[in-house]
């Protein structure tokens, strides 16, 4: 009768082959490592679009039961409007790490149309933190709002000296269009601060004039989240270097800006507002 083979008469792994195996298992990680990774940015930007079209939706609802009022786009750190704080780096700045001032109505006044969701204040992309205590802690909120939706004038006629139209009333968009004025964007994490963003209107204006005020995230390949009047959201390429600048972790260090003949701030100036 055939005996069977004992453990040490079973053949084994060569060196070679076994360099051999190691080799195949790693150019498969080359392959689909690229693969895994795109699809995850892909479902970020999805995430991103959905989070910019609920708060714009949130917004809107807010106007139809406000007799047609828009939210009030408070540029303080201790006011009540869309969201309260001020978002810098500091971690003795408490609004960094604040869900409540997107949640509670009394800070927050979309936080009954947002189903009190504060994970919806910021694109999934954003891993910027703050440092409290030797310990890291991710931020609470990427978006912000055009300046042009309710909030005070303080940069759209930096360039032209022009009148500009600040929006109190969803009605007061018609003449531009609810398809062309956007409502929100992500803010690149140097540049967030206060819950508005802003642009320094610049049509008829030199090329050589054109600044960047705000600097808009782009977190999702050259790309960010930037919602409008009408509801709708997209991921917005931007075209200029200038706009997509490396995060440095350096509070306001990329904005107000000069940059000679940026179309992506050309973009921004015609979906901001029109003149008066």
């Given at each position: 009768m055939k005996q069977p083979k004992t453990l040490a008469q079973t053949p084994a792994f060569t060196l070679i082959e076994l360099l051999v195996v190691i080799s195949i298992i790693a150019i498969l990680a080359a392959l689909l490592l690229p693969v895994l990774a795109?699809?995850?940015?892909?479902?970020e930007?999805?995430?991103?679009?959905?989070?910019?079209?609920?708060?714009?939706?949130?917004?809107?609802?807010?106007?139809?039961?406000?007799?047609?009022?828009?939210v009030w786009n408070d540029l303080t750190q201790d006011g009540s409007g869309w969201v309260r704080g001020m978002l810098n780096y500091d971690g003795s700045n408490p609004d960094n790490t604040n869900?409540?001032?997107?949640?509670?109505?009394q800070y927050a006044k979309l936080a009954p149309y947002s189903a009190r969701n504060a994970g919806i204040?910021?694109?999934?992309a954003d891993k910027s933190t703050v440092l409290i205590g030797g310990q890291k802690y991710p931020r609470v909120r990427s978006i912000s709002m055009s300046q042009a939706m309710n909030s005070r004038d303080d940069w759209l006629a930096a360039i032209t000296g022009a009148k500009y139209r600040v929006f109190r009333r969803l009605m007061d968009i018609n003449p531009m269009g609810p398809s062309k004025a956007y409502?929100?964007?992500?803010?690149?994490?140097?540049?967030?601060?206060?819950?508005?963003?802003?642009?320094?209107?610049?049509?008829?204006?030199?090329?050589?004039?054109?600044?960047?005020?705000?600097?808009?995230a782009s977190y999702h390949n050259r790309a960010g989240g930037i919602s409008f009047a009408d509801g709708h959201a997209e991921i917005h390429p931007w075209r200029?270097?200038?706009?997509?600048?490396?995060?440095?972790?350096?509070?306001?260090?990329?904005?107000v800006q000069a940059s000679p003949g940026n179309q992506d701030m050309i973009y921004l100036s015609q979906h901001a507002s029109i003149r008066q």
């Open positions: 795109k699809a995850k940015t892909k479902a930007a999805i995430q991103c679009i959905n989070n910019n079209r609920q708060l714009t939706m949130a917004w809107i609802m807010y106007a139809h039961e406000a007799n047609d009022a828009l869900t409540v001032f997107l949640t509670d109505p204040y910021k694109c999934p409502v929100l964007i992500d803010e690149h994490p140097d540049s967030l601060n206060y819950g508005d963003f802003a642009v320094a209107m610049n049509d008829g204006a030199a090329a050589s004039t054109i600044m960047l005020v705000d600097v808009p200029d270097p200038r706009t997509v600048v490396r995060i440095t972790g350096i509070w306001m260090s990329s904005s």
